[in-house]
């Protein structure tokens, strides 16, 4: 079956530029995480969500970036006015309420800032 | 969170078992031991997890010590498909989140 699809794939964006990465969970996957990979890093967390609502998001680094799920399916990610440091591979994950263990994760955005 | 410690790198060649381990001395009792793995230009994959018991799926292997401070994944026979980052993670009992760290480049040599 289908797994988790992230697009784009591939984003570059000027210093200053507001972006936005979609994430598409497997069809019935209660929850969804953003994770964000820096390189030569392992993935780090960033937000959880349980259907629609945002249940964790103590590891967004600044208040520049912003997650939603409006619908309880599709998940966009937002960073504003993003800077260099913001260059990694964001990567989104989801998995059936309590089978948190297993996440399946998508591909990933990779976003370089220039 | 408590802290897991991994080798950086191991070599192993193909069709031969791997055995790739994980010290986690301060494990709590709630505490599971999952593995991933992360394949080039990938998004990290679910490989095995467990409490207390060894484990057997599919994929892999996982033994974990009586005293639960170290675990060990075992890769019965190696293929090039299974050169990865492969990570030993521990989750809490109901935490939702799982803490990366760096991760054991494993290389598979033909």
């Known amino acids: 079956g289908a797994g988790v699809s992230q697009s784009p794939r591939y984003k570059v964006a000027k210093r200053g530029q507001d972006v936005a990465l979609r994430c598409d969970p497997i069809?019935?996957?209660?929850?969804l995480f953003w994770y964000q990979q820096a390189l030569g890093q392992g993935p780090e967390f960033l937000t959880y969500?349980?259907?629609?609502?945002?249940?964790?998001k103590s590891g967004l680094p600044s208040d520049r970036f912003f997650a939603e799920r409006p619908e309880g399916s599709v998940s966009t990610l937002k960073i504003q006015r993003t800077q260099q440091e913001d260059s990694a591979v964001y990567l989104c994950?989801?998995?059936?309420?309590?089978?948190?263990?297993?996440?399946?994760f998508g591909p990933g955005t990779r976003l370089t800032v220039t | 969170d408590a802290k897991t410690t991994q080798p950086n790198s191991m070599e192993s060649n193909e069709e031969e078992p791997v055995h790739l381990p994980c010290n986690h001395s301060?494990?709590?009792?709630?505490?599971?031991i999952h593995w991933y793995r992360q394949l080039p230009s990938q998004g990290p994959e679910y490989v095995i997890h467990?409490?207390?018991s060894n484990v057997n799926n599919r994929m892999a292997s996982l033994a974990i010590a009586e005293d639960r401070k170290s675990s060990t994944l075992i890769l019965h026979r190696a293929t090039l498909r299974d050169a990865a980052v492969y990570y030993c993670?521990?989750?809490?009992?109901?935490?939702?989140?799982?803490?990366f760290g760096q991760g054991t480049r494993l290389t598979i040599n033909p």
């Open positions: 301060t494990i709590s009792g709630t505490d599971y």
């Open positions: 069809s019935g996957h209660v929850s």
């Open positions: 993670i521990l989750r809490r009992q109901g935490a939702q989140k799982l803490v």
């Open positions: 467990g409490l207390t």
């Open positions: 969500f349980q259907n629609e609502a945002q249940l964790d």
């Open positions: 994950a989801s998995s059936f309420y309590g089978r948190l263990y297993e996440q399946y």
